[in-house]
């Protein structure tokens, strides 16, 4: 056969000169392309249209059935991507002089993708108006047939847009289906539908028209397209109940396990399988938290013991938390008034000391001292156990506490015993109080030396760390946090188990009876817990022991330490002592004016609060915490300091309570000493107290000259003037008038008078000074009601004290006054 060669054709030439009418729309169903024939047909001129939506270009009346049929079929090619038919549709066509002829077409869709990937819609139309001719026969016939073709033509027209429709909204409702939905074509199992549902489960859309294994490659090899076969061989459904699948969801997607529910449903066409319906669920995170459920049913038992465990451990640090607080309150209970005795037996003790000179009664009275000193540090450990003492934080650096210590250290223990300090680098500052802590270091040590039987080896070690939530969840108490740690390590022989478990509760020792209290530890713990920190121990028979004491990181600088003074200083103050125990205020008040100081009584609050308001001065109010009736120790002393405001405050007690004690801290500037105290201490700590005050509000001097005073009441006179020296005043002394113009000079600058004197009035003498001074200015003292009489002058009312003097003499301007006159 001789070989055809193929002519060289001008496709687009070829396509503009075909007779059939074509028009080429895009997505939007704008025209962008059409043929000679096309326009002929519709009698429009090429650049009338071209551009144009296709709608807009042939309007027709809105919502008719040859525009909705029409609509509908593009939009089917749309979204489809298939052909589609319209075999008759009505559509009239307007002419370039306004009429409008009615057309018949019928109407072929095509899809066609541009080289720019974008679908297009190639319209073919065949015009069969030429029907209408019919009419023109001349048997009389062709009018009847005519109309007879024409309602033929619109009922199938309308059927077919109903039909349309109809398909429209079941393909919505399969592609909307809440399960995923999948209809697989022939035996190759080619994707002819699929719905959202079923694209979204796969991840990718490219699958239509595709057969299984290509369109899915990962499910080869799971047995789904072996079961698919055999459902299309034997036309037997099948049901699957949480099948295991692995899905590469989407292109390079890496393997994810799904878990579906779901049938294979034949589908029938003259009794044989022509396809098959898949429909199902995905099950995932119904069958993942079925897993869990059954974890944790599978480990219910062993969960529950294990709470259970923490439960008994829970209530046993809490059992041993109420023990602690139970003993602490019994110890706050008795603190108070043992401390009381012991006071009055301590301080007796000394003062009689003073007065005994043979040597055997001094021998005697040494005895009964050091057997109050046994008794105080007794029950200092029980208030420290009980986290009831009260505690004097400073930010300090532990490793130099610790060298500072290592002398004491070193007598403390004995030569047999080698100390080694360690110090980790960068070590923290921390809150604690620096006596407590060498306190209970001095403790361990001597606890380690008695374990170690004199021989042996002492690690103290220094470094930071941190107690994370888990570990902080299994003990008592103790928050998360950073912490500076002291450990105290010895060689000795060791702690049993059985004996571990109590070191830390109070009087238990295993050293021989007479050899210790028990209160050791127990201080160490109580110190330790109510510093907010934390105390472990660690210890093996044979290979001994380790105690860990964490205290609470501190970011701030390290505090300066007051360099202890070793001199017994007195002095020459005046001395408010508030107690409630006679005894122990008697003892006090001699110990105190021993030492050179005069001392001012009170047994309790209010009577405290009367000598305040007598106007006497005093420099120091030395109160206890714990007071009997209605004014308590704290409000004294805020009334001392609002009415007193040079005047200090130092507290005494055996057991501070919660009045000046918060969280187990002396409040801040609180001045404490506790019960019973030596001689010694008292001296130190009264003379602390009061060089503080001092530094901190010194007297001031008076640039302006002195003050005369005329009061005609001796008391009233050594008050007044008191009052003017604490407030810095130079003061002259008078009682009548002849007297204060007799001390009346250029250099004073301030006259007090009382407005009846002996041999005058107040009132006269002013009027007598401003003659020779007329800018002196002039106080006038008086319990009377009237207005200050003079200008420059102004009135104190009687009963007056400190603070009420101040106010009168600022009232006067005082500093904006001159010098003193001449």
Not at 60 to 84: A, C, H, K, N
Not at 693 to 715: Q, S
């Amino acid at each position: 056969m001789q070989a055809v060669t193929m002519p060289n054709i001008n496709l687009g030439k070829l396509f503009d000169e075909a007779p059939t009418p074509f028009v080429l729309l895009d997505s939007a169903f704008n025209i962008v392309g059409m043929n000679q024939a096309y326009l002929a047909a519709t009698m429009r001129e090429r650049g009338e249209i071209i551009g144009r939506n296709v709608f807009d270009a042939f309007p027709s009346e809105p919502g008719s059935v040859p525009e909705e049929m029409l609509r509908r079929s593009l939009t089917t090619v749309i979204q489809t991507g298939e052909m589609d038919h319209l075999a008759l549709i009505p559509y009239p066509i307007a002419g370039r002089d306004g009429s409008i002829e009615e057309r018949f077409w019928s109407a072929t869709h095509t899809p066609i993708r541009g080289e720019d990937g974008a679908l297009y819609i190639l319209q073919n139309t065949m015009d069969v108006t030429e029907l209408q001719r019919l009419r023109h026969r001349a048997d009389g016939r062709d009018i009847a047939v005519e109309k007879a073709i024409m309602e033929r033509a619109g009922k199938v027209a309308g059927q077919n847009l109903l039909l349309s429709k109809e398909r429209e909204y079941l393909r919505t409702l399969f592609s909307q289906a809440p399960s995923f939905m999948a209809v697989l074509r022939g035996p190759t199992h080619i994707f002819d539908l699929a719905n959202d549902a079923y694209l979204e489960i796969v991840g990718r859309r490219d699958i239509i028209g595709k057969a299984l294994e290509d369109a899915l490659p990962e499910i080869t090899g799971q047995g789904f397209i072996d079961i698919l076969d055999r459902v299309f061989e034997t036309g037997e459904p099948f049901v699957a109940d949480g099948a295991r699948v692995l899905l590469n969801r989407g292109p390079g997607g890496a393997g994810e396990i799904r878990f579906l529910n779901f049938v294979y449903q034949p589908i029938m066409s003259n009794r044989k399988v022509d396809g098959i319906f898949v429909q199902g669920y995905d099950v995932t995170e119904q069958k993942q938290a079925q897993a869990r459920l059954e974890d944790l049913t599978s480990t219910l038992e062993e969960r529950v013991e294990a709470r259970t465990q923490e439960l008994a451990r829970v209530q046993d640090m809490l059992r041993q938390s109420q023990k602690m607080d139970a003993i602490g309150n019994l110890a706050g209970g008795i603190a108070h008034d043992f401390n009381n005795l012991l006071q009055v037996i301590q301080g007796s003790l000394q003062l009689l000391g003073k007065r005994l000179t043979d040597e055997k009664s001094l021998r005697l009275l040494d005895n009964a001292m050091m057997a109050t000193t046994r008794g105080a540090k007794l029950s200092s450990q029980l208030l420290a156990f009980g986290r009831r003492q009260p505690l004097e934080p400073r930010v300090i650096n532990l490793g130099r506490l610790v060298r500072d210590l290592d002398d004491l250290l070193r007598r403390s223990i004995g030569e047999g015993i080698e100390i080694e300090t360690i110090v980790s680098g960068g070590l923290w500052n921390t809150l604690a109080d620096s006596t407590n802590v060498e306190t209970a270091l001095l403790n361990l040590a001597i606890n380690a030396r008695d374990a170690m039987a004199g021989h042996g080896k002492l690690t103290i070690e220094l470094g930071n760390a941190y107690l994370d939530d888990e570990y902080t969840r299994k003990v008592f108490g103790v928050k998360p946090g950073q912490y500076v740690m002291l450990a105290v390590t010895d060689t000795g022989t060791g702690i049993p188990p059985d004996i571990l478990e109590k070191v830390f509760d109070p009087f238990f020792t295993t050293k021989a009876e007479g050899k210790g209290t028990g209160l050791g530890l127990s201080m160490v713990y109580g110190f330790v817990k109510q510093s907010g920190g934390h105390v472990n121990i660690y210890s093996e028979p044979g290979k001994g022991t380790t105690v860990r004491i964490y205290l609470p990181r501190a970011k701030a600088a390290e505090d300066e330490l007051p360099a202890p003074s070793t001199a017994i200083v007195g002095g020459n103050e005046t001395i408010l002592v508030v107690e409630d125990d006679e005894a122990v205020r008697e003892t006090a008040a001699e110990l105190l004016r021993e030492l050179g100081y005069q001392v001012l009584l009170a047994r309790d609050g209010q009577s405290g609060v009367a000598i305040v308001e007598s106007g006497i001065r005093f420099d120091l109010l030395f109160t206890d915490v714990v007071m009997p009736g209605p004014v308590k120790s704290t409000a004294l002393a805020q009334i001392v300091q609002k009415n007193r405001p040079n005047a200090a405050v130092l507290f005494n007690s055996g057991y501070t309570e919660n009045s000046i004690v918060h969280d187990g801290k002396l409040d801040t500037g609180v001045n404490f000493l506790g019960k019973p105290y030596t001689r010694e201490q008292l001296a130190r700590k009264v003379r602390q107290v009061l060089d503080e005050k001092r530094a901190i509000a010194p007297p001031k001097a008076d640039p302006h000259g002195k003050t005369l005073l005329c009061e005609d009441e001796p008391l009233i006179r050594v008050f007044v003037s008191d009052m003017l020296a604490d407030l810095g005043h130079s003061v002259v002394e008078t009682g009548t008038v002849a007297q204060c113009m007799a001390a009346l000079t250029p250099e004073i600058s301030l006259l007090i008078c009382d407005l009846h004197l002996p041999d005058g009035s107040g009132l006269d003498l002013a009027e007598q000074a401003r003659k020779q001074f007329p800018d002196l200015p002039i106080i006038f003292a008086t319990g009377g009601n009237i207005e200050a009489p003079l200008p420059g002058s102004a009135i104190l009312r009687k009963p007056y004290d400190e603070k009420d003097l101040a106010s009168a003499i600022d009232q006067l301007g005082r500093d904006d006054r001159k010098k003193p006159r001449g």
